[in-house]
């Protein structure tokens, strides 16, 4: 098993990100969401690198098979964590790929470090710019929410993960875009976080504001996002960050839930080899 050190724990032990790399070519680094591990980038992770691109996917602190210490779930310290695999992989020329609370890895890494080592972003689903809403963020959603989430975590942590992962794929009476046994195996990548890390990730994306991180960007971006997404509402997330970055491409999937990596995996897969594979910039503002 693979792993590499991203600095220490409060009493000096290592915290070990556990990673998955696979194939050969320029590097694709797939950042995964909130509450999963790397293993939901699994129809990604078998597929792109038949294409002659190298995927490497991380466990975020705290989930998969990745330390799980008590502290370290801000923003900045998984930026820095994102910057010790990028390093000690010593890799170049990187598309970084997060999904929902990934994408905010994404651009804080940025905003923190710059590109040197980064040439394409892709954004899925994600939690950008902003979540909260605030006197200056009218769009997001009430604290009263996040509050909710947190309270309901705290009472039954595998009820409220059974009932979000229906939300997360848009499950209702009448719509059924994943398996019954698709569910059950998210819930277990999911039950294998650490209680403090599914708690302390939520405050972090629910109340860390991306929106100066994103006017940094200068690298071509590819935003995707599906317009059904009950979780983190396309409107002020997906659109609002294709503003704010101005050389930005967007791909709005009609219908889709928050799980699009794996509602609509083979259109996701030819999406990112087609900008993955671009040797022109991204035209501003497409």
């Known amino acids: 098993m693979s792993y590499i050190q991203a600095g220490t724990g409060r009493n000096g032990e290592?915290?070990?990100?556990?990673?998955?790399?696979?194939g050969t070519g320029n590097p694709v680094v797939l950042i995964h969401g909130w509450p999963l591990s790397h293993e939901m980038w699994e129809y990604q992770l078998t597929e792109l690198p038949q294409h002659g691109l190298r995927c490497i996917a991380y466990d975020r602190r705290g989930f998969g098979k990745s330390s799980k210490p008590w502290e370290g779930y801000d923003y900045d310290t998984?930026?820095?964590?994102?910057?010790?695999?990028?390093?000690?992989?010593?890799?170049?020329?990187?598309?970084?790929?997060?999904?929902?609370?990934?994408?905010?890895?994404?651009?804080?890494?940025?905003?923190?470090?710059?590109?040197?080592?980064?040439?394409?972003?892709?954004l899925i689903s994600a939690v950008t710019p902003y979540l909260l809403k605030t006197d200056d963020n009218p769009d997001g959603v009430d604290?009263?929410?996040?509050?909710?989430?947190?309270?309901?975590?705290?009472?039954?942590?595998?009820?409220f993960l059974a009932?979000?992962?229906?939300?997360?794929?848009g499950v209702s009476m009448l719509n059924h875009p994943?398996?019954?046994?698709?569910?059950?195996?998210?819930q277990t990548l999911a039950?294998?976080?650490?209680?403090?890390?599914?708690?302390?990730?939520?405050?972090?994306?629910?109340?860390?504001?991306?929106?100066?991180?994103?006017?940094?960007?200068?690298?071509?971006?590819?935003?995707?996002?599906?317009?059904?997404?009950?979780?983190?509402?396309?409107?002020?997330?997906?659109?609002?960050?294709?503003?704010l970055i101005p050389q930005s491409q967007l791909l709005v999937y009609e219908g889709e839930p928050h799980g699009l990596f794996f509602t609509q995996k083979d259109e996701l897969n030819e999406d990112l080899l087609t900008f993955i594979s671009a040797t022109m910039p991204v035209t501003e503002n497409v």
């Open 178 to 186: 994943v398996s019954d046994s698709h569910l059950k195996w998210d």
């Open 78 to 122: 998984l930026a820095d964590d994102l910057k010790a695999v990028l390093d000690e992989l010593d890799l170049r020329n990187v598309t970084l790929v997060g999904f929902s609370m990934g994408g905010g890895e994404v651009v804080r890494y940025l905003s923190r470090y710059g590109s040197e080592r980064v040439s394409k972003i892709v």
């Open 191 to 243: 039950l294998l976080g650490s209680p403090r890390a599914t708690i302390e990730c939520a405050k972090s994306f629910s109340s860390t504001d991306f929106r100066a991180d994103l006017a940094k960007i200068t690298v071509p971006t590819l935003i995707i996002h599906g317009d059904a997404d009950q979780t983190v509402p396309f409107e002020s997330s997906g659109q609002k960050t294709h503003e």
């Open 163 to 169: 009932s979000f992962g229906k939300q997360f794929y």
């Open 143 to 159: 604290q009263s929410v996040f509050d909710d989430m947190l309270e309901k975590m705290q009472a039954d942590r595998a009820d």
């Open 14 to 22: 290592p915290v070990n990100l556990f990673y998955q790399d696979w």
